[in-house]
Each structure stands twice: as structure tokens, then as C-alpha cells.
């Protein structure tokens, strides 16, 4: 994973979501009055009317995010960078081009398989992913470990409200997510180079975490495909390469999962990834990071400023090592 030089967008190359949104028949997003803004679990910011994304603006179907910024100030990164400059490996490793590729995207399926070391093992659609735990808005950030970051408002829920329905077992340590696998519409899937299906993992405590989130929407919005629709993760706190995008399985399992990018770069990527301004990437530094949007670079913040709610996580572990 290198960054490539950003290019600036231009407002035709944006995502025509209203066209999106009619194909794919979505149900409106639903559920963002009142407690919302409230219900935030990083808190703290300016509960006032939030602008609507530029690209969105024009949707009959849209509702706005209802935080401007972050819990720290920072503003949101446009809607319009948010969905042109994207990893999602499965379409191309080219970040400019994958909105193009996924703009007919319809994963395999659209409904979720949550099993493994569970005791109630249940197929989620969509409709049950959106009505059964409720729609909150999260902003967070976003820090990939190529060295950029962006502020996203996420739609969605905490993936702790899904594991309590389907009740893990004692035997349970950890939780496997895996991505649609589709070669037919994700087109470098023919790449052998890779071991796909994308795949990542989280421990326990991790998954159980309040930060931790499912995401079906952005910006008041659907979840277009180069963002992970129809359900993706958003770990604000790890590089953004463990939010895995267009999760079709979530298993219960009891060892370690091997993730997509262990097993394509051990030395580099490891399960852990916690954002670590103090551990290097093997290859380029982690001490700062170029914000979409912003000219100079910022530093970065240990757990991508969530250090707070959770170092508590990592107690007596070595964060070097267990990298
Ligand atoms: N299935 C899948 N999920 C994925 C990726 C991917 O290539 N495939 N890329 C990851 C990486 S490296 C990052 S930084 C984030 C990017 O999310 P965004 O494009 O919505 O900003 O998605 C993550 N999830
Ligand atoms: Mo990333």
C-alpha cells in the first residue's frame, strides 16, 4: 500500500448519488431525528445544523449529517473526496478509480451470515441490519496506514448490539470478517498476487468495544460501493485497512484470524494495527499524517486520538510488538 499523489476532484467525477440511490432502491435513511446527535459516542461536538455535502445537496433523499465536525473541531472531509479516493482493493489499487469501477456495484449477496462459536447463528439483511439496532450518526476518523486521513459521519450501529443478538460463546476469542467475493464485479479479483477474499479480524474485546461500528451509510446517505456498501466496519482507533468493506460473513472463532494484509505483508501489516504515531511502518513513517483536504501535514495521534476510551484495551501489552 503506497499513497499516490492526491489529485483534486472535480465535481463531475462525483458520484452521481441520486441515480445511486433510484437503482437501488434503498430504503430512505431512516431514524435520524431527535437522539441522534445525542447518541454520538465521541461526544462533545456542536450539536448546530450541519451543511450538507455539495454532491448531496441535490437528493430529494438526503439527510445531513448532523455534526459538522468532529469531537475535536476538525471539519468533515468533503463528501465528494470521502467517495473519489478510496482502497478498496477487490475493484484496483488505483484510489481515484475505483468510484468508476463501482458505481453498478451490487454485492452477492445483500444479506450478512453471522455464525461460528455462537449460540442463536442468523442471516441479517438488509432491512434487519437497518431496523433491528437502530441508525446513529458517528464521526469519525478515518487514518490509513498509507499516511492520509479523513473525518467520515458514519450511519450506522455498534457491532456489540449485533454480537449480543447472536450470543457468542465462552469459547469465542475473537471475530472473523470477511468481503463480498464476486470476481465478476470486482474486477481485480482476477489478480492472483492477492489472497483473497479480503479478510480481517478483531479480538473479542475489541469487537465488543462501543467505537466499534457497522456502518450502512455515510453522510445521511446509503453506503455508495467504493465506500463498502452494503455494511462495512469503521474501527476509528486502527488503520483503516481493518475496516473491512462489504462484509457478506462475521464468524465467532477462537484463534486469531489471518487477515487479508498478514498474510499479504507479515512484516508490514499486522492483526493488532492500532494507529501509533511512535511505531513506524517498515518502510515510512507514522509520526504524521496529510488530512484530505488540508495542505500541510499534522501529526498523528496515538489510537487516532481515541486513547481515552481505549488503551485500556492493550494493558501490559507491548504495542511494538504486538504491532
Ligand atoms: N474489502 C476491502 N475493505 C477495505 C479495503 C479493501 O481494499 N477491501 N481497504 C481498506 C483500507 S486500506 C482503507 S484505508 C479503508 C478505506 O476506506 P474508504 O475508501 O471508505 O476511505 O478501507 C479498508 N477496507
Ligand atoms: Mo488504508
Known amino acids: ?111 450478512v451470515s453471522v455464525g461460528g462459536l455462537v449460540n442463536k447463528p442468523r442471516v441479517f439483511d438488509l432491512d434487519d441490519l437497518r431496523k433491528l439496532f437502530g441508525q446513529e450518526e458517528r464521526v469519525y476518523r478515518l487514518r490509513c496506514v498509507e499516511g492520509w486521513s479523513m473525518v467520515i459521519p458514519w450511519l450506522g450501529f455498534a457491532l456489540n448490539k449485533l454480537l449480543a443478538m447472536v450470543e457468542p460463546t465462552s469459547a469465542g476469542k475473537f471475530v472473523r470478517f470477511e468481503t463480498s467475493s464476486d470476481p465478476k464485479q470486482f474486477p481485480n479479483m482476477g489478480n492472483r498476487f492477492y489472497p483473497w477474499p479480503y479478510v480481517e479480524g478483531l479480538r473479542m474485546d475489541e469487537a465488543m468495544h462501543d467505537l466499534t461500528f457497522l456502518a450502512t451509510g455515510m453522510y445521511g446517505l446509503p453506503l455508495p460501493g467504493q465506500s463498502g456498501a452494503p455494511v462495512r466496519l469503521a474501527v476509528p482507533w486502527k488503520y483503516g485497512f481493518k475496516s473491512a468493506k462489504s462484509i457478506v460473513k462475521i464468524d465467532v472463532v477462537d484463534a486469531m484470524p489471518q487477515s487479508f494484509w498478514m498474510k499479504t505483508g507479515p512484516s508490514e501489516y499486522g492483526f493488532y494495527s492500532n494507529v501509533n504515531p511512535e511505531v513506524p511502518h517498515p518502510r515510512w513513517s507514522q509520526a504524521t499524517e496529510r488530512r484530505i483536504g488540508e495542505l500541510s501535514r499534522r501529526r498523528t495521534t496515538k489510537f487516532n486520538g481515541y486513547e481515552a476510551q481505549v488503551a485500556g484495551l492493550y494493558t501490559g501489552q507491548d504495542l511494538r510488538k504486538d504491532f
Do not use: H
Open 1 to 111: 500500500m503506497i499513497d499516490k499523489p492526491y489529485a483534486k476532484i472535480s465535481s463531475s467525477q462525483i458520484t452521481p448519488l441520486d441515480v445511486y440511490l433510484s437503482r437501488r432502491k434503498f430504503l430512505k435513511v431512516a431514524a435520524m431525528g431527535a437522539g441522534a446527535a445525542a447518541l454520538s459516542a465521541c461526544g462533545g461536538s456542536s450539536p448546530a445544523e450541519a451543511t450538507p455535502p455539495a454532491a448531496a445537496a441535490s437528493t430529494a433523499q438526503a439527510s445531513s449529517p448532523k455534526s459538522p465536525t468532529d469531537e475535536l473541531g476538525d471539519k468533515l472531509t468533503a463528501f465528494g473526496d470521502a467517495t473519489n479516493y478510496n482502497n478498496f482493493y477487490e475493484f484496483t489499487e488505483t484510489k481515484e478509480a475505483v468510484a468508476s469501477l463501482a458505481k453498478n456495484f451490487s454485492p452477492n449477496t445483500w444479506s
